[in-house]
């Protein structure tokens, strides 16, 4: 079978009538569904995406292929989408990351609307159209991740704990794209806990991994680090009142060194992430003062 797949895959990223007719009739077999998603998603996840300049072709043939069997009319589809909707789309989002610009771009936003049309989330794809995603570039991409993330909070609350155990561990991977789209998307998953709460039992998990990588080589992953840190530091003293302690008892030593990490943040050698230092320090200030004026 995965020979099969793999060559199925050489033949693209242009495939022809005969290629796509011979996935859609795999596709129709219920054995053979799951096996293809997981072919193609393994491909995005755990490959090389390349460079700008030579971008990995298996990777593109992935991006289109999975695309085209979410345009296949199949309950068995329907089902196997809404069921990993969380994985799935979190393996959209770490391809945005490591998506390069023009028609990889382009297509990687044609196949993502038609996995949004498969899993009847509608309003979702009415959202972002004509947004900036069909038009990814190398200053703004990870901006698009927080638009989409921002969608899939407001819209799937109570399956964010999935995506978050998904997509946590890509912040470890070697691939810049992939380091990118996963602290973008734990800083917004973090930042949508001010409108509902739902990290309690993670919050030092998230605080750690935060803190180690917002010393990360490229300023991207630092910029969103320090964000989730600020919006994640905001949060917490949100709910403590002035002149108390924590009301989880003594501070766990991640969550004590989130304000001194943003503080160092300030004189990062990069201009947006000195910026995302500034908005984080007002951000915990004005909760701070909301709180005070509250009690």
């Not at 990993?84 to 770490?94: D, E, I, K, N, W």
Request: with cysteine; proline share 4%.
């Amino acid at each position: 079978f995965d020979v099969t797949v793999s060559e199925l895959l050489d033949v693209g990223p242009e495939f022809g009538p005969a290629t796509l007719g011979a996935l859609q009739v795999m596709a129709k077999e219920k054995t053979l569904l799951l096996r293809l998603l997981n072919h193609f998603t393994d491909t995005l996840n755990n490959s090389d995406p390349g460079t700008d300049k030579r971008p990995n072709k298996l990777v593109l043939s992935a991006t289109i292929a999975l695309g085209h069997l979410f345009t296949i009319s199949d309950s068995s589809i329907a089902l196997v989408v809404k069921k990993y909707f969380p994985q799935l789309f979190g393996t959209f989002l770490l391809r945005i990351g490591t998506t390069v610009e023009g028609l990889s771009a382009q297509q990687t936003s044609g196949a993502f609307m038609n996995f949004l049309h498969a899993s009847q989330n509608n309003s979702m794809a009415i959202a972002l159209e004509g947004s900036q995603m069909s038009k990814v570039t190398a200053a703004s991409y990870d901006e698009v991740i927080t638009q989409l993330t921002a969608l899939f909070c407001r819209h799937h609350e109570s399956k964010r704990e999935f995506l978050f155990n998904f997509i946590h561990p890509f912040l470890a991977r070697p691939f810049d794209g992939h380091r990118v789209a996963t602290a973008t998307t734990l800083a917004q998953l973090v930042a949508s806990g001010q409108r509902s709460p739902w990290i309690a039992n993670l919050e030092v998990t998230v605080a750690e991994s935060l803190l180690k990588y917002s010393e990360d080589p490229l300023a991207a992953v630092r910029k969103q680090c320090v964000r989730g840190l600020g919006h994640l530091l905001a949060q917490r003293q949100a709910r403590v009142l002035p002149g108390q302690k924590s009301d989880v008892g003594e501070e766990p030593l991640a969550l004590e060194q989130i304000l001194p990490t943003i503080c160092k943040c300030l004189n990062d050698s990069d201009n947006s992430v000195q910026l995302e230092a500034v908005l984080g320090t007002v951000r915990c200030a004005r909760r701070c003062s909301g709180v005070s004026r509250a009690a």
